[in-house]
């Protein structure tokens, strides 16, 4: 318990359920609580389509189930940060009943298919939530979707892989696709393409036009087709990733990646924001491994920003590795504010710039930066999905 403006505010930590760190909160002088997004008006990812680690299903259920022991019997209003309240003690309990009932059902039904030998896709395939959940207009899919939250739960608990030993080390797609259109023919694939929008079959008609555009994205009539399927595919989805994903396609197939507009989350306030130690994670996924097996260099950092103090960083065998603390074999001393050091390391190529602007506090081997800059590595968000 923590007393804050006056008020008492008690806390149940909730690990690894939509954030790796999460946390319920009970306000007692109001009667208020919230379970972050642990408890949403819509079904939650428990994979993120975006990407993310993928979520504990079974957590979800079991600290919603503790809420609901420590605070049930007195809660009056449920607040969500990214939804609106529910009001009245037995309107609270139910929707966090249903919620917490929901979780563990996709939790138990997933696992208990697994255990009957079903693969992800099957058991996505054949799950519905019991119409006391599913029919609950708060459990629906307005974020997440059922499909993917059953696949996701074989991800957390048993892997990647679905058990078919065909999966284990596949063909490339474009490879795949080349062999099953020379196996097949364009022609037929393509009729097989056109029947099936015809006849409203979308995901065979995206899964089967799908092996014509990667054996050959130039294929212009293959790729309207396809994105004709995805456009009908989106307008049929009730989770809208779902939606947003297969139109998305669409538009890639008609008109190419677009690049005008974005979320860029490797933007300065989010770099500058990372732990000193998160920044050297992230700097060593710019490494190039292959171009940096053979480099061998050390760079001892100073960050003169409060906290932070002395680091030393190391490439050798192509990997990236940074710990507190000065190396004495290191053939190179800098000093600086973390903005100006965090330059440095995710953009040596420009390290002269830097160190003169900046009038930074060097000594030794300045060149070791323009090796760094040799082996590391550059991103374009906008690469392709729908396309080869």
Known sequence: MRTLGGWDFEFLYAPDTEAPEEMHIWIPAIKALTCAENANHTMHNIQTIRGARTRDARNFARYLDETLVRWGQDVDVHYGPHTW???????????????????????????????????????????????AIGKKWFNRYYHGGLHHNIRAVFHKELGFWDGDPATILPLLPQDHARRHVALIGRDRILQEGRGA??????????????????????????????????????????????RAIFLTAAMELRGGVQSKSGVHTDNLDTILAMPVELLFDFA???????????????????????????????????????????AD?????????????????????????????????????????????KVSDTFDPYFNIATP
Not at 108 to 122: I, K, S, V, Y
Not at 284 to 311: M, Q, R, Y
Not at 346 to 359: C, E, G, R, T, V
Request: glycine share 6%; charged share 20%.
């Open 197 to 242: 929008i015809d006849a409203g079959d979308y995901r065979w008609a995206v899964q089967v036009l799908h092996h014509l555009v990667f054996a050959d994205p130039k294929d212009a009539e293959a790729k309207d087709l396809q994105a004709d399927a995805y456009e009908q595919l989106g307008y049929q989805q009730e989770v809208p990733q779902y």
């Open 329 to 373: 074999q290191a053939r190179l001393h800098v000093t600086g504010p973390k903005p100006v050091l965090a330059a440095l390391l995710l953009d040596p190529a420009k390290a002269a710039d830097i160190i003169a602007k900046h009038s930074l506090a060097i000594d030794g081997d300045v060149s070791i930066f323009a090796t760094l800059a």
């Open 284 to 326: 060593a996924v710019h490494l190039d491994g292959e171009k940096a097996a053979d480099v061998d260099l050390s760079i001892n950092l100073t960050f003169t920003d409060p906290g932070s103090g002395p680091w030393t960083m190391w490439v050798r065998s192509g990997v990236l590795n940074a710990r507190p603390g000065h």
């Open 85 to 131: 309240p529910v009001w009245g003690n037995e309107t609270v309990v139910a929707f966090l009943e249903s919620q917490r009932d929901m979780y563990k059902f996709i939790h138990d039904q997933a696992l208990r298919l697994a255990n009957h030998g079903l693969t992800p896709l099957e058991a996505a395939e054949v799950v519905e939530l019991p119409d």
